[in-house]
């Protein structure tokens, strides 16, 4: 029941992380999409990540483990064709300066705001899944 709960905090953060930095993701009206979606991304996670992962392990170690990320961007643009309300439109990056650090403008258009946002969501899941642990 821990590993469950564990897993649904993970999901649901990861999401609510990539929503709250992208800032043209739209989840819709009906309040059942944000559960559609979190338990879309926790089906994922407990049982479709492991199995894709152990077949795909030749490839999941060459590529130093993007096959989740390959799958959130898969899961991620799945939602956006079936799950009425939700869309993830063009997105643009007005630039930054992070500590001397400067990130330039950039435009993404739909498809690379949806691997944007698959990527902050493996990535925010990789950190809090280290940090559960």
């Known amino acids: 029941m821990r590993h469950y709960l564990k897993a649904l905090i993970i999901s649901s953060t990861a999401f609510f992380g990539a929503y709250k930095l992208i800032p043209t993701i739209v989840i819709g009206n009906d ?22 992962s152990l077949i795909l392990l030749p490839i999941n170690f060459l590529t130093l483990g993007s096959v989740s990320f390959i799958l959130n961007a898969i899961l991620v643009y799945g939602l956006t064709i079936y799950l009425p309300g939700f869309t993830i439109k063009a997105f643009d990056f007005k630039g930054a300066d992070v500590g001397g650090l400067i990130l330039p403008a950039y435009h993404f258009n739909q498809l690379a705001t949806i691997i944007l946002v698959a990527l902050i969501i493996t990535f925010i899941q990789k950190v809090l899944h280290i940090i559960f642990e």
């Open 31 to 52: 309040p059942k999409n944000i559960a559609v979606i979190i338990g879309a991304l926790l089906a994922f996670s407990l049982f479709i990540k492991p199995i894709f």
